[in-house]
């Protein structure tokens, strides 16, 4: 079956550091992959997505490269803000469903 | 409003009683999708419907989960006789087409409790 594993948390950086979440997946057929961010007090919100291998996504200085040969969708942000501190969820979609199997989540806290 | 709408917002049960949690997605989404968050972890699949169909429903964990999307528009999730383990936030999600490269859309939740 379809599976998401995510690098433990919780992260904490300071402002204007470099971020990494990693992401590796296990799926048969050719999923798309997706990044989720819920902020304090909110819902679920797509950040960024990859529909096929080599595709890079990007939103609000997010990237992450869909990565079929090492089955992963590494997320990176270059310098951080205190308003990206969040939980972000590493998911993968059944391409004929848009069925999302989650990772477990990453907690991030930026510090000023 | 534009987003997904889900009521109420908390839930406290009793255990052994039931409950109905309500949905109500994006105008025109085709898909919509139940989801169970327990503490600390991402979401778990439940069931999904396309328009009134549902044509999944292999991640609800016993059959005292329910649910229905009758009109295809407005999803209730029924959980009979409510165990401690049912404690979790229960997330809505629809999408506009079946296909899994269209994202989907969350709504805030329902946090239901059981004593």
């Known amino acids: 079956g379809n599976s998401v594993t995510q690098m433990e948390g919780p992260v904490t950086l300071s402002e204007e550091a470099f971020l990494t979440i990693n992401c590796t997946y296990t799926?048969?057929?050719?999923?798309?992959l997706f990044w989720y961010v819920q902020y304090p007090g909110e819902g679920l919100q797509l950040l960024l997505k990859?529909?096929?291998?080599?595709d890079k996504g990007s939103n609000k200085g997010f990237e992450a490269t869909y990565r079929k040969e090492t089955t992963s969708f590494h997320l990176e942000k270059g310098s951080v803000q205190v308003s990206d501190s969040a939980v972000y969820f590493c998911?993968?979609?059944?391409?004929?469903?848009?069925?999302?199997?989650f990772g477990q989540g990453t907690i991030l806290t930026v510090h000023p | 409003g534009a987003g997904v709408s889900q009521s109420p917002r908390y839930k406290v049960a009793k255990r052994g009683q039931d409950v109905a949690l309500r949905c109500d997605p994006i105008?025109?989404?085709?898909?919509l999708f139940w989801y169970q968050q327990a503490l600390g972890q991402g979401p778990e699949f439940l069931t999904y419907?396309?328009?009134?169909?549902?044509?999944?429903k292999s991640g609800l964990p016993s059959d005292r989960f329910f649910a229905e999307r009758p009109e295809g528009s407005v999803s209730t999730l029924k959980i009979q006789r409510t165990q401690q383990e049912d404690s979790a936030v229960y997330l809505c999600?629809?999408?506009?087409?079946?296909?899994?490269?269209?994202?989907?859309?969350f709504g805030n939740g329902t946090r239901l409790t059981v004593t």
């Open positions: 999600a629809s999408s506009l087409t079946d296909r899994g490269t269209s994202p989907l859309h």
């Open positions: 799926a048969t057929g050719y999923p798309s």
């Open positions: 990859a529909t096929k291998a080599d």
């Open positions: 998911a993968l979609s059944d391409r004929d469903l848009g069925k999302l199997t």
């Open positions: 105008s025109g989404h085709v898909s």
């Open positions: 419907f396309q328009n009134e169909a549902q044509l999944d």
